[in-house]
């Protein structure tokens, strides 16, 4: 019997292979299919009384022998790969500003991983982590719940999450084949290392499967399927649309002006974001955008729309979506991991990437959103390190964003000045960089929207043949 284990680990998860066709799609390749949750049971609503299983995993806390060699090896993936602005800027970030105890810990990890970096050095740091899971209770409750489903494959819905090295440990020593999938378009580039060895890899394209036959040296070409991503599928899917009319009347929006759409960062790097919406909204009073247009602000789905509170009394006239994201499950450590998206906004997201005129954000996946829909974008970075504001335009130097700015898909803002004048133009010239949004695409997903799911679920069902 083929019997696929699904790990899914937090909303974003749950959003790309729940509410996309995965699961209809992974129903028909395989006989069984079991969920491993990251989230409580009562997140899957109708979902959890279909054919499939659905299991609560027990929330693995590291130790500190696990914490050490986990953080040795994250640090020695960046050091070795520094010469990427990405690595590097989170190499300096995680540095520690003071000498606690372990801040001196990870500044001696820091000290001996400049010196020491191979990828033996990884591995072996990585097998020292896995050591300790043998003889932890999670971690045994993980290898006897395998053991009584026996899952010929098990699927990991994304590659990073430190708490779920145990579960992998577990399926890897019951020789349960394993694989994963990259979870968005920066994480290689400018991301810690993975959360363990897997047998096989999924990613969006070919230029991904590129970048991780470079940062994993060890991995065989073979190893890694180019699937796209279900992170767009909901955008081809006739259950989330809606009409023009609906749009306009959901929303409360004039149907004789143009719509700008400002999609917020979360609050750990849109620091910036009070500061651009107030430029957009002075820049529509005082009729610097010669177009007559409206504002609608969309919110990060991690967090609600408390800090924009003086905004929303100061320009009563900006239009908000707030993301419905419902937190399942009070009192987590990380509690945006266990936040979950309705259909009800996902039908709200699709219907802004179709409606709206012009899409402005901070160097955001957004961006891809709105290019699927062949919107305009400009991507705003007021914040360097002369100027006090929070220093976003490091991003640009990212290895992921700077081909974004390279191709010319979208033009780049760096003050006030500038945003005004590119929301002219591309009011104005809307169809100006079609073809470059269509290349950068291309670049990032190399497969159709269309059906993305169901080559997934059959690329799994044939990995262990």
């Known amino acids: 019997m083929k019997k696929l284990g699904i790990v899914i680990t937090d909303g974003v998860g749950f959003r790309n292979f729940i509410m996309s066709d995965f699961i209809t799609e992974a129903t028909r390749e395989f006989d069984s299919v079991t969920l491993y949750s990251g989230l409580p049971i009562s997140a899957y ?12 995993l027990e929330v693995y806390v590291e130790s500190k022998p696990v914490w ?98 145990p579960f992998l440990y577990a399926a890897q020593q019951l020789k349960i084949p394993t694989s994963t999938f990259i979870f968005s378009w920066d994480n290689l580039a400018s991301k810690g290392r993975m959360l363990g060895t897997f047998d096989y890899f999924l990613v969006w394209s070919h230029l991904m499967q590129s970048e991780l036959l470079y940062f994993y040296p060890m991995v065989k070409k073979e190893k890694v399927k180019v699937v796209g991503t279900p992170q767009f599928e909901p955008y081809v899917m006739p259950k989330y649309e809606t009409t023009t009319e609906d749009f306009y009347a959901k ?36 009729n610097a955008i010669e177009t007559k247009v409206q504002l609608l602000v969309r919110t990060s789905p991690a967090e609600d729309d408390s800090r924009f509170r003086a905004i929303r009394e100061e320009f009563p006239e900006i239009i908000w979506n707030v993301p419905k994201w419902i937190l399942t499950r009070e009192g987590h450590a ?42 305009p974008v400009i991507n705003t970075v007021f914040g360097n390190p002369e100027n006090g504001l929070y220093n976003d335009q490091r ?30 133009q591309a009011l104005n010239y809307p169809k100006e960089r079609t073809a470059e949004r269509k290349s950068m695409i291309d670049l990032q997903v190399s497969e159709p929207l269309e059906g993305t799911s169901k080559r997934i679920a059959t690329i799994l069902s044939h990995l262990n043949e």
Not at 45 to 56: A, D, N, R, Y
Not at 255 to 273: F, H, P, Q, R, W
């Open 334 to 375: 990380e509690s945006w991991s266990q936040r979950v998206p309705s259909e009800e906004d996902i039908k709200d997201l699709r219907s802004l990437l179709e409606h709206v005129d012009l899409n402005i954000n901070m160097c955001s996946t957004m961006s891809l959103d709105f290019m699927l829909f062949d919107k």
């Open 45 to 56: 609503g109708v979902l959890s009384q279909s054919k499939i299983t659905i299991k609560e």
């Open 251 to 286: 929303f409360g929006l004039d149907t004789d002006l143009k719509t700008i759409c400002y999609s917020c960062a979360d609050v750990s790097i849109g620091a910036n974001d009070p500061i651009v919406i107030c430029a957009i909204a002075n820049a529509i009073r005082n």
């Open 68 to 165: 050490f060699f986990r953080k040795w090896k994250e640090v020695a993936h960046l050091q070795k790969y520094q010469s990427f602005y990405g690595m590097k800027d989170n190499l300096e970030t995680g540095y520690p500003r003071n000498n606690s105890p372990r801040a001196v810990l990870v500044k001696l990890i820091y000290f001996f991983t400049k010196l020491f970096h191979s990828d033996a050095v990884i591995l072996l740091a990585e097998r020292l982590q896995f050591l300790f899971f043998s003889k932890n209770s999670i971690t045994q409750s993980y290898l006897k719940l395998l053991e009584e489903d026996q899952p010929s494959h098990l699927f990991f819905t994304h590659q990073r999450p430190p708490f779920l090295a």
């Open 395 to 424: 991003f640009l130097n990212f290895g992921h964003f700077k081909k974004v700015v390279e191709s010319q898909s979208v033009t780049i803002a760096k003050n006030e000045t500038e945003l005004i004048h590119q929301i002219n």
